[in-house]
């Protein structure tokens, strides 16, 4: 094994601001949706709370934004397309056969290079697609008052609810996923003891 410092300070205080605030929203937008029997702060609190909220997530993506671009790791974010699809190709093999075969990974993990290329895809949609739709949904139901024209002119409630509404399943769907990818590194603990202290554990026999 080596002991790599894989995340700053400021890429782990902007992951557990950005889970924390995004594990609130859904359950602040689930009392919203169904408080008749879905109870947690109560509805007009749930309300207030859920709107503060999507304002740090926004401003907490911003200010996220800002550090990946000033330190040049906004590129670990970028799908690549040189050899892409072959490299696509084996970490799919890996986690439907390889990993239960105790095969190495085969690509090797470093603090300029943490994703692989099945996980570039899912953070380009989840960070380019899904986040921007539900800031963007959230903003114009939140704005309906004070622009309703413009809120009107993207279809609505009857639109905009239920677009919001998929995003916070889909948001559900990747932080279970996501909780399950944190298992499987050499301990079921390995990689969130990375996030709260910076430093992970690579095994010595993984390849580029």
Known sequence: MKRIYMYSVAERIWHWVQALA??????????????????VFGFTASVYIHKALGFLLLGNAFLGFFYHIS??????????PRGFFDG?????????????KGEP????????HKLNPLQKIVYFGLLNVLLPLQVLTGVLMWGSVYFPETFSIFGGLPVLAPLHT?????FIAFIIVHVYMTTLGPTPCTMIKAMINGYEEIPEDEKV
Request: aromatic content about 22%; proline content about 6%.
């Open 22 to 39: 995004i594990i609130l929203l859904i359950i602040t937008g689930f009392e919203v949706h169904f408080s008749t029997w879905f109870k």
């Open 105 to 112: 990974h085969p690509f090797e993990k470093t603090p300029l």
């Open 88 to 100: 696509l190709f084996l970490q799919a093999r890996y986690y439907l056969y390889g990993i239960f």
């Open 71 to 80: 330190t040049g790791l906004i590129k670990q974010f970028i799908p690549r």
């Open 166 to 170: 998929l995003g916070a399943y889909l």
